[in-house]
Structure formats: structure tokens, C-alpha cells
């Protein structure tokens, strides 16, 4: 009798680990590198902790949707850490380099408060997944170099940053729903009617409406590119002739001021471009780097985790 007994139990035994190990106990596979359901919700709940503390409440509409763009983050970190990872262990690149130590104390240096542990904790981050990172970055880019010409393009591309100005234009907005109503518009500015009353009575735009559509000043890019054409091209003191047709609806533009770029000399700033036009040019070399990477892994989510396809 006792001999059954155990022969049962172990049989019993056997059934519960067989069970256990059908559950999906792992968030996802990194090229068949399992990341547990513990990590990602360790990630998961540290982030949306922080969030409830700078007032988003996860109940709401919004709160959820936020959620949502939340937990895709979280995946998307911890498959990117395990990528980088993988990487590293590849190609046996030491965590230990000075340059990778060099890149972790400029960033705990960076810290406003510096307190780098309260840091991490915010953005559910590990100090070793810190140090792998540049590990990473450190590697990809070691090798790049930028030409004269490099680095005079991205200064031509970025002159604002080293004291210059863009070139800006400042203007208000009337937005309507249908051509029409924007012809009216400009047919009673024609008559004399003020600009700034109009946009108050007229403009669906409720970012600019109450301020009789100002917009302030603005640089190129920052519009929409009919709305940008039409607004740099205009002169100053004019409203539009024609409506400007975006994705927003029917605009009518008044430009208020047109201000003309200017750029230092960039024999004076040449030194902060160069460094600048490195890190840069290295960056760009590691996204690309890294989009290989996640391009062509293989991945696995748990069930509940797969993403919705819209």
C-alpha cells in the first residue's frame, strides 16, 4: 500500500510540474533568450508608480490609453536590453572600458540632484543595464569619423545652437472647415474688418482662437509645409489672397514679422561643431545599428502581451 502511495504522489508530482510549466510564466522570448513575466512587471508597475506620483490617474481615459503606450514601452525596453546584451556577450566587448566608465560618470554628472540610484529607480533602470548601454554605443561607434564637410553641413543645418538665429516669421491664423468660408474671411478683411476679431469669432483653431489667432514667432519646420510656404513666403503687413489648404482645413494668414537668419562665425565655433558632428554622426550610426538588430530578431510574446494589430 505504501509502495502505491508513492508511486502516486510521484505521478501527482509529475502532473503539477508538467501543468506549471504549460503556464506561460515568461513576457517574451528575445531569439528564444526568455525574459520572465517578474521583469516585465517589475518594469511595468516601477513606471507606473513614478507616473501616479506626477498626477496620472490610470482609471481615467486617458490614464489608459497612457497605459497602454506604457506597456509597449516596457516591452520595447527590455527587448532592446536583451538585444544589446546578446550583442555585448557576442562580441566580448569589455564593460570595464575606460571610455564605457567615462560615458556612466558624464551621465550621473548630468543629474540634477545627483542622485543617481533615485534616478534609475524612476526610470525603472539597473545601473549594469546603464553600463551596457554605452557599452553598446561606445563599440558601434568607435570607429566613426566626420569629414570637413561633415561638419560644416551640420553646422549649416544647426547654426542656432551656437548663438545664431533661424530664420522666423511671426503670424496669427484664421482656420475654417471649407474653402468657402475661408474666401469670406479674406473678402471682409478686404473691407476693413479686424484680423484678430475675426479669428476670435471665426477660427476652429482653439489653440490661437482666444488670441485672435497668434501664433508668435516660428522657424522653418515647424508647420505643415503649405501653411510654412505660404507664411515665408508672404510679405509682412499681408494677409493671405488665396486660402491655404493643410490637413487642418482652410487657412487665411496674416504676417505680422519676417526675421532673416543669422549665423555666427563658424570659425569661431568650429571646435564645438566638430564634437557636436561626431556624436551626432556616431548616433546615427548606432540607431541604424540597433534597428538591424530588432529588424532581425526573432520574437516571442506571451499571449497576454502580443501587440494589437490596428
Given amino acids: 500500500m505504501k509502495k502505491i502511495t508513492s508511486l502516486l504522489l510521484v505521478f501527482l508530482l509529475l502532473a503539477i510540474a508538467n501543468g506549471c510549466a504549460k503556464k506561460e510564466d515568461f513576457a517574451i522570448k528575445v531569439n528564444d533568450k526568455v525574459i520572465p513575466m517578474t521583469a516585465y512587471n517589475q518594469k511595468l508597475n516601477a513606471i507606473k508608480t513614478y507616473l501616479e506620483k506626477q498626477g496620472i490617474d490610470f482609471n481615467s481615459d486617458q490614464g489608459k ?3 497602454e503606450s506604457v506597456k509597449n514601452d516596457v516591452m520595447e525596453g527590455l527587448i532592446g536590453n536583451e538585444l544589446i546584451n546578446q550583442e555585448i556577450a557576442k562580441n566580448k566587448w569589455d564593460l570595464k572600458d575606460p571610455e564605457v566608465t567615462k560615458q556612466v560618470e558624464n551621465l550621473k554628472n548630468q543629474i540634477p540632484d545627483k542622485d543617481y540610484q533615485k534616478w ?4 525603472a533602470m539597473t545601473d549594469q543595464e546603464v553600463v551596457n548601454y554605452f557599452a553598446f554605443t561606445t563599440n558601434i561607434g568607435k570607429d566613426v569619423q566626420v569629414t570637413d564637410q561633415d561638419v560644416k553641413q551640420y553646422f ?3 547654426y542656432s545652437k551656437y548663438g545664431g538665429q533661424e530664420e522666423q516669421v511671426k503670424a496669427k491664423h484664421i482656420l475654417v472647415a471649407t474653402e468657402q468660408e475661408a474666401l469670406d474671411i479674406i473678402k471682409q478683411l478686404k473691407a476693413g474688418k479686424d484680423f484678430s476679431e475675426l479669428a476670435k469669432e471665426k477660427s476652429t483653431d482653439t489653440g ?3 488670441s485672435g489667432g497668434d501664433l508668435g514667432y516660428f522657424s522653418r519646420g515647424q508647420m505643415v509645409p503649405p501653411f510654412e510656404e505660404a507664411a515665408f513666403s508672404q510679405k509682412v503687413g499681408q494677409f493671405s489672397d488665396k486660402p491655404v489648404k493643410t490637413d487642418f482645413g482652410y487657412h487665411v494668414i496674416l504676417v505680422e514679422d519676417h ?3 543669422v549665423k555666427p562665425d563658424f570659425n569661431k565655433v568650429k571646435a564645438s561643431v566638430q564634437k557636436d558632428a561626431l556624436d551626432y554622426a556616431k548616433n ?4 541604424s545599428y540597433f534597428s538591424k538588430l530588432r529588424q532581425d530578431a526573432k520574437i516571442e510574446y506571451a499571449e497576454a502581451l502580443k501587440p494589437k494589430i490596428s
Fill in 65 to 67: 490609453a497612457t497605459l
Fill in 120 to 123: 534609475l529607480d524612476q526610470q
Fill in 156 to 158: 549649416d543645418s544647426n
Fill in 208 to 210: 490661437s482662437k482666444s
Fill in 259 to 261: 526675421k532673416l537668419p
Fill in 284 to 287: 546615427q550610426k548606432v540607431q
